[in-house]
């Protein structure tokens, strides 16, 4: 005779015997699917396992077996594609993901690779992630060890350029030099005569690795928001700090020699080189500007008006979009050098059209951002600058003399156009100089107040 296998019932599932002393659990889910929960030697664990199940199920947070199965890959263009992300910004985030996180990295000292695009979602743990950011690091060293050594290569150029200017030798003010001046510089010592040499060295791929890190925790977080994933694997304390010092500053010496090279056709950038070192502009900001965006408020003052940003998108035509938060429109005043050289490029290369580009081509067409590097590289090569100096240090120049000038946070936040305290504090650049006219300060406060010292004791 066969026999009946017990069974006994629970609300919403059952536990059943499929064998003496086994015993398995299964459930409906809110899906109408009967699932197992698993199989064990004891009732009372089988039991326990299917509360807790169903206990999920009555708070609203159970999440169905086979949730987490996406990959990486699909579920991160999915999250990308259906996010409002200013273009530029969609463009970085595409770079991020193209170049650290969802391709193949070699792990040091194993022999073997990870690709956290290829793995499904729920297979992303703590220590995966910590894994490839081990990864990452290392990728992201060795590209900046390879970016250094081509611009020691490239800075090497300018001091040859520099020599040959001093020695009176013909030189170009761009492109390849014959090998005999490159030797004849070597002859004479390899001399480094390029004025305010920027150096680089502490370039290392950190801030590269940061940005790579904290993309993937922001995915990770709405994919626990979509319930596809427990937690955020992503805990690796200070994976998103980025590294300060690879933020070279220009001095004030540097812009204007800058500025000063911008000569032939250039010239009618070289006000916005200015103007950008003191206004703290992003570049879509200064190059979307109009003539009517520029205010005078008497005696030769100047206030810009921001109220649209340049959208320019590799690959696609150029257009103008909001700034990048409410933030982002905004009064800014100009002090007096950058209004004095504003208002001569107004009369001698904007059109007096109010609708008309204050910085623009000799056409009248807004600046691409390619255009507007080979212009940055070509003033920086006539003014002996090596070329790891980029177009966004000017604004970094701007919020470190608005701190240095005594600027609070909130007023370093709005003349900057940040919505939070964090994106301002990147710009809050702390200087040596700026430090002993603190020490200076203090020693004046201290001989001007002449306090006792309490601390002294009786001989």
């Not at 194993?110 to 490839?132: C, F, K, M, Y």
């Not at 004025?195 to 950190?206: D, L, P, S």
């Given at each position: 005779m066969k026999t009946r296998r017990r069974g006994r019932r629970a609300a919403y599932g059952n536990i059943?015997?499929?064998?003496?002393?086994?015993?398995?659990?299964?459930?409906?889910?809110?899906?109408?699917r009967r699932r197992p929960v698993g199989t064990f030697d004891k009732y009372e664990d089988a039991n326990a396992a299917l509360a807790k199940v169903l206990a999920d199920v009555h708070r609203g947070t159970y999440r169905e077996p086979e949730t987490?199965?996406?990959?990486?890959?699909?579920?991160?263009?999915?999250?990308l594609s259906i996010r409002e992300l200013k273009p530029s910004t969609r463009d970085g985030y595409v770079?991020?993901?193209?170049?650290?996180?969802?391709?193949?990295?070699?792990?040091?000292?194993?022999?073997?690779?990870?690709?956290l695009g290829d793995l499904p979602l729920r297979a992303i743990t703590h220590g995966v992630v910590s894994e490839w950011y081990v990864a990452l690091k290392a990728a992201t060293a060795a590209s900046a060890t390879a970016w250094l050594s081509r611009q020691r290569k490239l800075a090497d150029a300018a001091?040859?350029?520099?020599?040959?200017?001093?020695?009176?030798?013909?030189?170009?003010?761009?492109?390849?030099?014959?090998?005999?001046?490159?030797?004849?510089?070597?002859?004479?010592?390899?001399?480094?005569?390029?004025?305010?040499?920027?150096?680089?060295e502490a370039v290392t791929g950190r801030t590269q690795a940061a940005h790579a890190y904290a993309l993937l925790r922001t995915v990770c977080s709405d994919a626990v928001r979509d319930r596809l994933l427990d937690a955020n694997p992503c805990t690796i304390r200070g994976g998103a700090q980025t590294n300060p010092a690879e933020r070279v500053i220009p001095a004030g010496s540097v812009v204007d020699a800058i500025a000063a090279a911008c000569v032939g056709g250039s010239e009618r950038y070289r006000a916005a080189v200015i103007v950008a070192a003191w206004s703290g502009l992003r570049a879509g900001e200064?190059?979307?500007?109009?003539?009517?965006?520029?205010?005078?408020?008497?005696?030769?003052?100047?206030?810009?008006?921001?109220?649209?940003?340049?959208?320019?998108?590799?690959?696609?035509?150029?257009s103008f979009g909001p700034p990048k938060s409410e933030a982002g429109k905004r009064g800014v005043h100009l002090p007096p050098p950058a209004a004095r050289a504003l208002l001569l490029h107004l009369d001698k290369f904007t059109d007096p059209d109010p609708d008309?580009?204050?910085?623009?081509?000799?056409?009248?067409?807004?600046?691409?951002?390619?255009?507007?590097?080979?212009?940055?590289?070509?003033?920086?090569?006539?003014?002996?600058?090596?070329?790891?100096?980029?177009?966004?240090?000017?604004?970094?120049?701007?919020?470190?003399?608005?701190?240095?000038?005594?600027?609070?946070?909130?007023?370093?936040?709005?003349?900057?156009?940040?919505?939070?305290?964090?994106?301002?504090?990147?710009?809050?650049?702390?200087?040596?100089?700026?430090?002993?006219?603190?020490?200076?300060?203090?020693?004046?406060?201290?001989?001007?107040?002449q306090a006792p010292n309490v601390l002294a004791f009786p001989a």
């Amino acid at each position: 005779m066969k026999t009946r296998r017990r069974g006994r019932r629970a609300a919403y599932g059952n536990i059943r015997e499929t064998r003496p002393g086994r015993w398995q659990a299964r459930y409906t889910g809110p899906d109408g699917r009967r699932r197992p929960v698993g199989t064990f030697d004891k009732y009372e664990d089988a039991n326990a396992a299917l509360a807790k199940v169903l206990a999920d199920v009555h708070r609203g947070t159970y999440r169905e077996p086979e949730t987490g199965d996406v990959p990486l890959r699909e579920y991160a263009r999915t999250w990308l594609s259906i996010r409002e992300l200013k273009p530029s910004t969609r463009d970085g985030y595409v770079g991020l993901l193209d170049r650290w996180i969802l391709t193949a990295l070699d792990v040091p000292g194993t022999g073997r690779q990870i690709n956290l695009g290829d793995l499904p979602l729920r297979a992303i743990t703590h220590g995966v992630v910590s894994e490839w950011y081990v990864a990452l690091k290392a990728a992201t060293a060795a590209s900046a060890t390879a970016w250094l050594s081509r611009q020691r290569k490239l800075a090497d150029a300018a001091h040859v350029r520099a020599w040959a200017r001093l020695s009176a030798r013909p030189v170009k003010e761009s492109g390849r030099m014959p090998a005999a001046l490159w030797q004849a510089w070597r002859d004479a010592g390899s001399p480094r005569v390029a004025k305010n040499a920027v150096r680089a060295e502490a370039v290392t791929g950190r801030t590269q690795a940061a940005h790579a890190y904290a993309l993937l925790r922001t995915v990770c977080s709405d994919a626990v928001r979509d319930r596809l994933l427990d937690a955020n694997p992503c805990t690796i304390r200070g994976g998103a700090q980025t590294n300060p010092a690879e933020r070279v500053i220009p001095a004030g010496s540097v812009v204007d020699a800058i500025a000063a090279a911008c000569v032939g056709g250039s010239e009618r950038y070289r006000a916005a080189v200015i103007v950008a070192a003191w206004s703290g502009l992003r570049a879509g900001e200064l190059f979307a500007l109009q003539r009517k965006s520029v205010e005078r408020t008497g005696a030769g003052g100047v206030r810009l008006r921001v109220t649209r940003a340049l959208v320019d998108v590799k690959g696609k035509p150029i257009s103008f979009g909001p700034p990048k938060s409410e933030a982002g429109k905004r009064g800014v005043h100009l002090p007096p050098p950058a209004a004095r050289a504003l208002l001569l490029h107004l009369d001698k290369f904007t059109d007096p059209d109010p609708d008309a580009l204050v910085f623009a081509t000799s056409t009248g067409r807004p600046l691409r951002g390619g255009q507007r590097s080979q212009m940055f590289s070509r003033a920086k090569s006539r003014a002996g600058m090596p070329p790891e100096l980029h177009w966004h240090d000017l604004r970094h120049l701007a919020a470190t003399r608005a701190a240095e000038a005594g600027a609070t946070l909130a007023e370093l936040m709005k003349r900057l156009g940040h919505s939070t305290v964090a994106a301002a504090m990147v710009y809050q650049h702390a200087t040596d100089d700026g430090d002993a006219r603190l020490a200076e300060r203090m020693a004046a406060l201290d001989a001007a107040q002449q306090a006792p010292n309490v601390l002294a004791f009786p001989a």
